[in-house]
C-alpha cells in the first residue's frame, strides 16, 4: 500500500494580500520593473515575518509562497 503525503495548498491571507497590494502600489511608481518589484516584496514579507516560514525546512514553503505572490501580483497589474 502505498502512503501519499497530503499536500495542502499555501494560500495568501486578506491581511497579507492587503500589505502586498499596498507594497506594490507604492513600488510600481518607481523605475523598477515587475520582477524587481516582486522580489522586493517576497523579500519584505520573509523578513518582516508578514509570512512565517519557520517550519519551512527544504524550501517548499518558501517556494509556494513565492508562487501565490507571483500569482496575486500578476491579477493586480
Known sequence: MKHWKKITK????T???NHIQDQY?????TDK???EIYEMIV???V???IVDLSDDEDGDLYEE???EVWDF???IK
Do not use: I, P, R, V
Open 33 to 35: 520593473e515587475f520582477e
Open 73 to 75: 501580483l500578476e491579477n
Open 43 to 45: 523579500d519584505h514579507c
Open 65 to 67: 509562497f513565492s508562487n
Open 10 to 13: 499555501m494560500e495568501l491571507t
Open 25 to 29: 502600489d507604492a513600488l510600481k511608481q
Open 47 to 49: 523578513d518582516e515575518y
Open 15 to 17: 491581511t497579507q494580500k
